[in-house]
């Protein structure tokens, strides 16, 4: 586990993709384009010396996603997001089959969500049942600015998603994440706008929707939203590494998110091949907020709401007991592999949080 200022805090990253942008893979010059904008994201806010090759970035495989989740003990458990982008890449970029190979492999310390797309009518109902069958899932991502065929892109509150979002409330696949985050090019922004959330959340109350990348660049929507709908939570990927190079816009962004949303709904992700968990744990952890944004904002990154942001929170949402995982996890594959037995060998350790 992780250890900050003498206390463990137990991490879920909770925005994890294993991808495949290989040259071979790509079909489109939507694919090219795409994977040439997320290194362009990497190198903007990873530190110098942690930066990855656009070679190695394009397909890094599942012993280096091990070694960087796993490997200093910044990562406890992560949650696999699939994105398809099937039009882009010939084998997808990042399918829940694809993940599901790790997620298998190490069942006790990943989490491996769906996906659905409204588009793909009865066939992809069809889909989703049979990804739940085999993977019992608590959760699906959706792209909704996605390219298929002649479409650029579909709307969360569209009577099509409804018909899929009542079969994952059906089918108890509680948590929803849709990406609504910077655009990534050539995909179009406005269908990333965080605007369809709010009538889906509204409709669908026994379901989670996690929100990535909490609404940026659009946070003062998301915000609004959020703090009216008690089941719209905020996935930090994209707004985590704003600490490295903008530190004073992370404590902005977080003192919108704590004086809207609180420190129950906001959940800790690296985005990963994006950005290293294995760095980016501990930028986070040691971010503060200004004296300035403190009085503004009234609300405080102190470590219990760190805790849970890094972990408690999601466990809560994928009925994760962390004592339970940090006692399986002192003798488990990975902890063997990496040497990690001293990480969950002590007597404290960060509960979750109470639903």
Known sequence: MYEYEGEDVFVIDSHLHLWDASEENIVHEGGEQFIQCFYDYHTAFTP????????????????RMMNDLFGSAAVDMGIFQPTYLTDFYDDGFNTAEQNAELAE????RFVLNGAFDPRDGEEGLA??????????LQGVKLYTAEWRGDSKGWRLDSEESFRFLEKCADLGIRNVHPHKGPTIRPLNRDAFDVADVDDAATSFPELNFVVEHVGLPRLDDFCWIAAQEPNVYGG????APMAVHRPRKFGEIMGELLFWLG????LFGSDYALWNPDWLVDVVMNAELTEEQRDEYGVEL??????????????RLYDIDIEAKREQFRSDDVTEEFGLADHYAGDTAAGPADD
């Open 48 to 63: 110098e010396e942690r930066q990855w090759s656009l070679e190695e970035y394009r397909k890094y495989g599942a012993d």
């Open 236 to 239: 930090l990927a994209v707004a």
């Open 127 to 136: 889909y989703l049942e049979e990804l739940n069958e085999t993977y019992d």
């Open 302 to 315: 102190d470590l219990e709401t760190k805790k849970k942001i890094m972990g408690e929170n999601a466990a």
């Open 105 to 108: 492999e190490y069942p006790e």
């Open 263 to 266: 420190e129950d709904r906001l």
